[in-house]
């Protein structure tokens, strides 16, 4: 269809990035950009944070969060995993913790969330082993079904999302104060910046421009 760049954040399955044409630039970028920024600003002592993997499968984005705290200086962070399974979609069997969260304040880290169950369900274990309060930054914020009902009756502190997606009103009322969002703004528009003047895009995958 004529299209020679795609600029995308946090893809669920970076698969998709080999399904153009070899003429066609592909660019992922975190959503972490815009999270970090809030985590930042908002939680006073970083030494008490631990950056939590809510799978296996997410442990490489968790590393990647993790990593830029580093990045600004603040090498005490923690960083821990979840590994579970699952009886069918959207339903978790069991969960077990590997690393340690007690007296932490834990940040779950994943690309998107939909009906929300299994991530009140690792906010529930989390506090089960001690962690003083649990945050959680999604990059893709669904919502579907009984989202809003399960996340503000939860353990959760307040879940983080990016503006990649229209927050429904019902959805907002219903959680209240346990869901803000932070804008994906500055990093697209400085990619989109950067495309258009030919200037070399690869320091925003990795490196935040806050």
């Known amino acids: 269809m004529g299209v020679n760049r795609i600029i ?5 399955s970076l698969q998709a990035q080999g399904f153009v044409s070899s003429k066609v630039v592909f660019d992922n970028y975190e959503g972490a950009f815009a999270g970090l920024s809030y985590f930042l600003k908002n939680i006073p ?3 008490e944070l631990v950056v939590v993997s809510p799978d296996a499968g997410g442990m490489g984005r ?3 969060f993790h990593g830029h705290f580093g990045f600004h200086g603040h090498t005490n962070v ?4 979840i590994s579970k399974e699952r009886k069918q979609a959207n339903q978790v069997d069991s969960m077990i913790l590997i690393g340690d969260v007690k007296d ?3 940040i ?6 939909d009906t929300a169950g299994t991530l009140c369900k690792a906010s529930d274990l989390l506090k089960e082993k001690g962690a003083k309060q649990v945050y959680a930054f999604i990059s893709h914020g669904i919502f579907s079904g009984p989202a809003g009902d399960r996340i503000r009756a939860s353990s959760l ?4 999302t990016t503006d990649s997606m229209m927050i429904e009103p019902e959805f907002a ?3 209240g104060h346990k869901h803000e969002t932070v804008s994906l703004d500055l990093l697209l528009a400085e990619a989109i910046r950067r495309s258009h003047q030919h200037e070399d895009t690869q320091p925003l995958l990795k490196i935040p421009i806050y």
Request: with cysteine; charged share 35%; proline share 0%.
């Open 8 to 12: 995308s954040v946090d893809l669920h």
């Open 45 to 47: 002592d970083k030494n």
């Open 62 to 64: 968790a590393k990647s």
């Open 78 to 81: 923690g960083l821990a995993m």
């Open 104 to 106: 932490k304040v834990c």
């Open 108 to 113: 779950i880290v994943d690309d998107m969330v």
């Open 157 to 160: 502190e307040k879940i983080i």
């Open 173 to 175: 009322k219903k959680v």
